[in-house]
């Protein structure tokens, strides 16, 4: 499946975050089993391609993830799955002024980018700490895999396919095990987000009928701001 990046109202596409060893800051998102953060005044300063970040395919909790290069392999519960950092984002997401960084990490256990999940990540800088906000994490192609994603100043709209649940921050589509899962979705699933106190919350969730004859080659949209 192709993911392609749209530019919306008043998105900064400055692109992915290079690589340690130009005075970046590394480390790591505070959480269960994640060290302390290094102190940070600017959320540009940070470097995603070398971070552990909580691991959302984790059903119990608790994993990490831990990119180095922009790449981890081998990490527990997931030993058989590749993450690979694609890109990482800048946009205002809380009207404050400031931007907060969006990181797109892809999750295959093929090598060659089949029955990808995609995991999104929503980080900010409190009291010179890189603070988490949100954590999001898909299923795979027709099994709650990622039809679009808008990141929009408080508000946060994902749709995957098929008929889906979210549990924690990891969607799965329902299917029935005794037959063949199903290569073409008829449904798709839009979940919408708003910022609480505590970051982006659950909002609402609805089903909608997916009509498409198929999603080979489908291009998963990534969008910033209010889209028309």
């Known amino acids: 499946m192709t993911i392609v990046a ?13 690589a340690s060893g130009d005075g970046r ?3 790591t ?12 005044s600017d959320i540009t300063s ?32 997931n030993p058989l799955m590749t993450f690979k950092l694609r890109k990482t984002y800048f946009f ?11 990181t797109h990490i892809l999750a295959d256990s093929c090598g ?16 010179k700490e890189l603070k988490l906000l949100w954590q999001f994490a898909t299923g795979a192609e027709a099994l709650g895999g990622l039809k679009s994603i808008n990141f929009d100043e408080d508000t946060i709209t994902v749709e995957t396919f098929g008929r889906c649940a979210m549990k924690n921050a990891l969607v799965t589509a329902e299917y029935d095990g005794k ?22 919350l659950p909002f609402s969730q ?12 489908y291009r998963a949209q990534i969008s910033f701001g209010t889209q028309n």
């Not at 530019?7 to 900064?12: E, L, Q, S, T, V």
């Not at 060659?112 to 009291?127: A, K, P």
């Open 25 to 27: 800051v590394t480390g």
């Open 206 to 217: 609805e089903v909608l009928p997916f009509t498409e004859k198929t999603i080979a080659g």
């Open 6 to 18: 749209a530019a919306g109202a008043a998105f900064d596409a400055r692109g992915q975050i290079t």
């Open 179 to 200: 037959k063949p899962k199903q290569v073409i979705p008829v449904n798709y699933t839009r979940f919408e987000f708003r910022r609480g106190d505590s970051g982006f």
């Open 112 to 127: 060659e980018g089949c029955d990808s999940h995609s995991l999104f990540f929503i980080h900010t800088v409190e009291n």
């Open 29 to 40: 998102v505070t959480g269960k089993n994640l060290p302390p953060n290094p102190q940070v």
């Open 46 to 77: 940070v470097d995603f391609r070398n971070l552990t970040y909580p691991n959302p395919l984790a059903v119990a909790g608790g994993a990490v993830l831990t990119l180095k290069n922009g790449i981890s392999s081998g990490a527990k519960p």
């Open 92 to 102: 205002d997401l809380t009207g404050d002024g400031r931007e907060e960084a969006v």
